[in-house]
């Protein structure tokens, strides 16, 4: 089974729509998505109608930070631009659209997979995967043989030998990789709607659970047009600036 990976979407239809687009022509027969559906863009409620609409499908789906904070309100340490757009975004949503988000899990696991946002450790704190040492710690708190995490927004994929080696590097798009069944594996997809790596071309990743080939992608898409919707909703210019700037 192909299964599509994606996370960040972050409000951002325009990437969204591109990135389906792509895993569709790339085969892709299931869909992962790794939380923090709204937050940032112009565009949460047409991105959580096609979630939604995945989900009822099958489709695995986890809750972000951003999801939480839209439930619950947000969380002390969310800065200030960013608490803005989550109060925008509340005043958006359906009553159907809340609950969804509000029904979330923290994760999910599927066969010899976890999918969880932030990290297996400690979920519901939010911390990032930093490095090698975040990404041990990760791995080592969960029996999954290969955990997939959104949260950094930065493609990244690290593994753990037989021999205890860890590593980490950083994936060429398009070159798959065999996720060697004697390893452990965590695989960080990028973001989708909000990459912050320099590049702004959409992030996405598609895992074959048959060859356990693990291929990352970078997309195109229109990011002016999504920008643009975030200057007219009167969001915080940065938040623009990045999706032009992938950073």
């Known amino acids: 089974m192909k299964l599509a990976l994606l996370t960040d979407l ?9 990135c389906m687009e792509a895993a569709r022509a790339a085969g892709a027969q299931a869909f992962a998505f790794l939380g923090d559906f709204v937050g940032y863009g112009a565009d949460p409620g047409a ?3 096609r979630v939604m609409a995945l989900t009822d499908q099958g489709a695995i789906a986890v809750l972000g930070n951003h999801d939480e904070a839209c439930v619950r309100g947000p969380a002390p340490m969310m ?3 960013a608490v803005q757009v989550i109060h925008w975004t509340r ?4 009553s159907a659209q809340m ?16 999918f969880v946002h932030a990290n ?17 710690r990760s791995m080592h708190a969960t029996e999954c043989r290969v955990s997939f995490c ?8 690290y593994h753990l030998s037989a021999t205890a080696k860890m590593l980490e590097f950083d994936p060429v798009p398009g070159v798959p990789v065999p996720l060697l069944p004697t390893r452990r594996w965590l695989a960080l997809p990028g973001s989708a709607g909000q990459p912050r790596d320099g590049n702004p071309a959409a992030s996405w990743a598609l895992y074959d659970t048959d060859s356990l080939e693990l291929c990352f992608y970078r997309v195109p898409y229109d ?19 990045r999706l032009q700037h992938g950073r």
């Open 10 to 18: 972050h409000a951002n239809l325009e990437a969204f729509d591109a």
């Open 47 to 49: 991105v959580l109608d």
């Open 79 to 81: 800065d200030a631009e």
């Open 91 to 94: 005043s958006r949503l359906s």
């Open 99 to 114: 609950q969804f988000l509000a029904g979330l899990p923290m994760s999910a696991t599927q066969g010899h997979c976890l």
């Open 120 to 136: 297996a450790f400690a979920p519901a704190q939010w911390a990032y995967i930093y490095g090698r040492a975040d990404a041990l």
């Open 150 to 157: 959104g949260h950094v927004h930065e493609p990244r994929l």
């Open 223 to 241: 990011f002016e047009s999504a920008a643009a919707k975030i200057r007219a909703a009167g969001l915080p210019e940065r938040f623009a600036l």
